[in-house]
């Protein structure tokens, strides 16, 4: 049986967004996507995407209290009830440990943390092809080496968090999406 609560864990450009797409369509349960919803936030100019908007553009993280409420409201909904993707939270000690805690409210626990393994150049090779084909704003250069930064100080920690309790599993990220793919299976049955 696969588990289905599940984090996929790595650095910008890692393939989380990818992987969790087609694990959309293979579990039947929704991704939780902070970086998506803050951008759905900014574009329409709610007072999330206000507060957001700035830290975003320059490849810093958005601060702890807005992030956690954003994720508390999604995965409050009934739709993640049978399980979720976490895609891109938590980013901080601070959100894991809000995690934590909304999980034992919901009354339900992370079966799985899959980290992405992918080495510096090759991400920054991936956000920049990203940047000519989907023109997002925080895909140039500068932005770029921010948020590998910000990766290594604050998310990538987390690795550790999750290996002290049993779940994570460390996957490689580089080859095709299918070969990936399998990876990820892998790591969720296993
Ligand atoms: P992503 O699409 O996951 O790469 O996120 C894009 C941007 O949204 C990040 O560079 C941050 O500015 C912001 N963001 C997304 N998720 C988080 C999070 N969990 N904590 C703080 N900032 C976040």
């Known amino acids: 049986m696969s588990a289905r609560r599940l984090l996929l ?15 959309v369509k293979s579990l039947a349960i929704p991704q939780v996507s902070t970086g998506d919803m803050l951008r759905a936030a900014v574009k329409s100019g709610t007072p999330v995407g206000r507060q957001a908007q700035g830290f975003m553009e320059r490849g810093e993280l958005v601060p702890d209290a807005v992030v956690i409420g ?9 739709d993640a009830r049978s399980g979720f993707i976490l895609d891109g939270f938590p980013r901080t000690a601070a959100q ?68 002290a309790r049993g779940v ?17 299976q892998g790591a969720l049955a296993s």
């Open 9 to 23: 864990l790595g650095p910008p450009g890692a393939g989380k967004g990818t992987q969790s797409e087609r694990l």
């Open 70 to 78: 954003v994720a508390e409201e999604r995965l409050s909904q009934p």
């Open 96 to 163: 894991a440990e809000a995690l934590d805690q909304m999980l034992v409210k919901l009354g339900v626990t992370l079966e799985r943390c899959v980290a992405l393994q992918v080495e510096e150049d090759e991400l920054v090779k991936r956000l920049l092809k990203r940047a000519e084909i989907e023109g997002r704003s925080d895909d140039n250069e500068e932005t770029i080496r921010t948020r590998m930064r910000v990766y290594r100080e604050q998310t990538q920690p987390l690795i550790d968090y999750y290996r």
């Open 168 to 184: 994570l599993r460390e996957i490689d990220g580089l080859g095709t999406v299918e070969a990936v793919g399998e990876r990820v």
